[in-house]
Each structure stands twice: as C-alpha cells, then as structure tokens.
C-alpha cells in the first residue's frame, strides 16, 4: 500500500520539513519536488507540487516533497534563490543517502523549477528532470537551459502569465534531446482547472523511465 512519511532532512541553514510519499511496490527511482516560490505563498503542501509528487508514486518513484528555507518547520530565512538551490541538493543528498542503489528524478513548479534547472546543472546525480510551469520572465538567467543535458519534461500552459506557450516552444525546442515539451491549451501558470492534463504528461513520462535514457 502506498505511504506517506513526514520527517525532517538536514539542510545548510538547518532542519528542512518533508513528506516521502512510498510507492505501493519497492521504488524503482527516487525523486525530489520543488515548491513555487516562498515569498507568494509556495509550499510543499500546493496542489500543483502535491499532484507532480503523486504522479511519481503512481509510477513506482518514492517522491520527496519539501519546504525551502524559512517555509513551514523548515529553518533558515529565504535567501532570493541562492541558498535555496543548496537546498534542493541537502534534498538530492538525503535521496541518494536513503535510496542509494536508485537513480534519481529532480523537479519541480515555477520557482521550483527554475531551482530545480540549476540544481541539475550542478550535480550529476540528477537522470532525469522535470520542468513545470517555468517563470521565464522571473528569470535571468535561461542560459541555465542550455546546461542541463539530462531527459526533461517541460509542461507549461499555453496562457502562463509567466511564459507562455509561444515563449517556452522558442526556447526548448532548439535544445537538444532527450527533451519533451508539453503545452497545456488555454491553461495559465497554476494549471487552474487544468491539473489532471499537467498530472497526466507528467505521470506518461515517468512510466517511460526517462533516467534509463540519461
């Protein structure tokens, strides 16, 4: 039976709250989900990061959820996405640690995911990487794009007021694959009303094993 786990990973600012969510059968991966940004209301708990964490149980991947920095019971003061991207890799960390023969899924939404692009462009350990509602006009810093080398799922809605479908298709498609680029139609940057479309390329994905192809 499938299960969730609430527990607490060291992080570089201190204790990070989490959820591991087990899948019904031994895990076949490990994977790490980002929340949306702190400072707007992002946490572990969203709709968007808790329906990309079940997608991945359904698929046989045990699914970290966590709070950044300052979040919830997680210590520390949000530090502008600088000090959040080690958190992402404290995440990464106690992933490896836990399920060390597994290979390793990195994702998550809007804040989340542009957090999750620069963790994977540092560290190695991530096979595969999923992308979802990109804030591509919140960002710097696309070159980040071009370093990721690993499969990746881009799902983003057509209507995204941070980055629309025109936008993400002129910068994903040119990259080189394995790269998969989802547009959700008439969906905005919450996939409002929109979540089982999102859940379902996401979960379509999975089932494909993408970090078989890293």
Same mark, same amino acid.
């Given at each position: 039976?499938?299960?969730?786990?609430?527990?607490?990973?060291?992080?570089? %600012?201190?204790? /990070?709250?989490?959820? /591991?969510?087990?899948?019904?059968? *031994?895990?076949? #991966?490990?994977?790490?989900?980002?929340? @949306?940004?702190?400072?707007?209301?992002?946490?572990?708990?969203?709709?968007? &990061?808790?329906?990309? %964490?079940? #997608?991945?149980?359904? =698929?046989?991947?045990?699914?970290?959820?966590? =709070?950044? $920095?300052? +979040?919830?019971?997680?210590?520390?003061?949000?530090?502008?996405?600088?000090?959040?991207?080690?958190? +992402?890799?404290? #995440?990464?960390?106690?992933? @490896?640690?836990?399920? %060390?023969?597994?290979?390793?899924?990195?994702?998550?939404?809007?804040?989340?995911?542009?957090?999750?692009?620069?963790?994977?462009?540092?560290?190695?350990?991530?096979?595969?990487?999923?992308? /979802?509602?990109?804030?591509?006009?919140?960002?710097?810093?696309?070159? +980040?794009?071009?370093?990721?080398?690993?499969?990746?799922?881009?799902?983003?809605?057509?209507?995204? *007021?941070?980055?629309?479908? *025109? $936008?993400?298709?002129?910068?994903? *498609?040119?990259?080189?694959?394995?790269?998969?680029?989802? +547009? &959700?139609?008439?969906?905005?940057?919450?996939?409002?009303?929109?979540?089982?479309?999102?859940?379902?390329?996401?979960?379509?994905? &999975?089932?494909?094993?993408?970090?078989?192809?890293?």
């Amino acid at each position: 039976m499938a299960t969730s786990e609430s527990l607490d990973i060291p992080g570089p %600012a201190g204790r /990070l709250e989490a959820i /591991l969510m087990h899948p019904e059968s *031994e895990p076949v #991966a490990a994977g790490v989900v980002c929340h @949306a940004h702190p400072l707007h209301g992002g946490m572990m708990h969203f709709k968007v &990061i808790f329906r990309a %964490a079940k #997608a991945l149980q359904e =698929n046989g991947v045990a699914a970290l959820r966590f =709070n950044f $920095r300052g +979040v919830g019971r997680s210590e520390g003061v949000h530090d502008d996405g600088r000090g959040e991207r080690d958190d +992402v890799r404290a #995440a990464l960390d106690f992933a @490896a640690r836990r399920f %060390a023969s597994l290979p390793l899924v990195l994702g998550g939404f809007s804040f989340g995911a542009a957090m999750a692009l620069h963790a994977a462009a540092a560290d190695a350990r991530a096979r595969a990487l999923f992308v /979802l509602g990109l804030p591509l006009t919140k960002m710097n810093d696309l070159a +980040v794009l071009q370093a990721v080398e690993t499969p990746r799922l881009f799902v983003q809605g057509e209507r995204d *007021e941070f980055g629309d479908g *025109e $936008r993400i298709r002129g910068l994903v *498609e040119p990259l080189p694959p394995p790269r998969e680029l989802r +547009v &959700i139609p008439d969906s905005d940057h919450f996939f409002t009303g929109h979540l089982d479309e999102m859940q379902g390329e996401l979960s379509r994905w &999975i089932a494909g094993r993408p970090w078989a192809a890293a």
